[in-house]
Nanobody
Framework: QVQLVESGGGLVQAGESLRVSCAAS????????MGWFRQAPGKEREFVAA????????IYADSAKGRFTISRNNAKKTVDLQMDSLKPEDTAVYLC?????????????????WGQGIQVTVSS
């Protein structure tokens, strides 16, 4: 089992950058695929980015491609999401998640473990 805690959220202006991090506790972090999702008020939870355990292959939502970068540090048990050129529509609670199968998956049901989430607000 793994516990996940997000950090680094906050309020930024459109066009600025922000980096959110997810710290994991528990065993075998390197065997998990990791993902970032977001959820805005009144909307469904949506996929943002994911990174696999093997060779750290990555996938991104179309809305994140070219602006966001996911990375992981297995020694530190962290996964980060660097967000550049932020837009007001990126405003949401950002959640990290862990997949026991080690995949870079884009669907919520692939993930067994979730953090509590952290607020990211982008003002126009």
């Amino acid at each position: 089992q793994v516990q996940l805690v997000e950090s680094g959220g906050g309020l930024v202006q459109a066009g600025e950058s922000l980096r959110v991090s997810c710290a994991a506790s528990g065993r075998d972090f390197s065997t998990y695929g990791m993902g970032w999702f977001r959820q805005a008020p009144g909307k469904e939870r949506e996929f943002v980015a994911a990174i696999s355990r093997v060779i750290s292959s990555t996938i991104y939502a179309d809305s994140a491609k070219g602006r966001f970068t996911i990375s992981r540090n297995n020694a530190k048990k962290t996964v980060d999401l660097q967000m550049d050129s932020l837009k007001p529509e990126d405003t949401a609670v950002y959640l990290c998640a862990a997949d026991r199968a080690g995949r870079a998956a884009s669907t919520t049901y692939a993930y067994a473990y979730w953090g509590q989430g952290i607020q990211v607000t982008v003002s126009s």
